[in-house]
């Protein structure tokens, strides 16, 4: 069964990182690119990122270039994504993605159960 | 303000059919075919409903279609149910320097 599994809740401090995993089950991890998507509460879904499996290398949204960090750990069929600087309003549900692609985002097929984060001084 | 613009709502009794419109504001986004369509149930995950403008992902019921035209994608669902009674988003890759764009949302009612 196809799924992606992500860590759990965080509460941080303004100034903090934090990083969620995504561990994939189920399909060939490789062969497959990730994004990485947030939603603030009552507000729609924000692209933060993918893993592009095509070339192993990430792309970031500009509002995020110098913030954001993905990786992947291939042995471990994980993906994540570090977020510094949180500020309140980096609270959000944050979200992994599988595409049904590896090199251009041509869909989200298969979501994580969301990651809560939040920012609370 | 994003650069893909739907509808705050629309509306539908069921068995009728409804469309939901998603303009682009950018000519790196008229010019790809990468749209996507996502069915967001409260409190649960998106999920994919429709991608590259008209593919539907196994599972999904074939009530829903999509289209596009010009700078506008599509999104119909016919024979409205109860069960669709949810907020829809699209989606499209751009050439831009967010590789990735979302429209901000719609809720659909079901009367």
């Known amino acids: 069964q196809v799924q992606l599994v992500q860590s759990g809740t965080e509460v941080k401090k303004p100034g903090a990182s934090v990083k969620v995993s995504c561990k994939a089950y189920?399909?060939?991890?490789?062969?497959?690119?990730m994004h990485w998507v947030r939603q603030a509460p009552g507000q729609g879904l924000e692209w933060l990122g993918w893993f592009n499996a095509g070339n192993g290398y990430p792309i970031y949204s500009e509002k995020f270039q110098g913030r954001l960090t993905i990786t992947r750990d291939t042995s471990a069929s994980t993906d994540y994504m570090e977020l510094n600087g949180l500020r309140s309003e980096d609270t959000a549900v944050y979200y992994c993605?599988?595409?049904?692609?590896?090199?251009?985002?041509?869909?989200?097929?298969?979501w994580g159960q969301g990651t809560t984060v939040t920012v609370f001084s | 303000q994003s650069a893909l613009t739907q509808p705050a709502s629309v509306s539908g009794s069921p068995g009728q059919s409804i469309t939901i419109s998603c303009t682009a504001h950018?000519?790196?986004?008229?010019?790809?075919?990468?749209i996507s369509w996502y069915q967001q149930l409260p409190g649960k995950a998106p999920k994919l409903m429709i991608y590259?403008?008209?593919n539907r992902p196994s599972g999904v019921s074939n009530r829903f279609s999509g289209s596009k035209s010009a700078n506008t994608a599509s999104l119909t669902i016919s024979g409205l149910q109860a069960e669709d009674e949810a907020h829809y988003y699209c989606a499209s890759y751009t050439t831009g320097r967010i590789l990735v764009v979302f429209g901000g949302g719609t809720k659909l009612t079901v009367l």
């Open positions: 993605a599988k595409d049904t692609g590896y090199s251009t985002p041509v869909g989200m097929n298969v």
């Open positions: 590259d403008i008209s």
């Open positions: 189920g399909y060939t991890f490789n062969n497959y690119a």
């Open positions: 950018s000519s790196g986004i008229g010019g790809y075919n990468y």
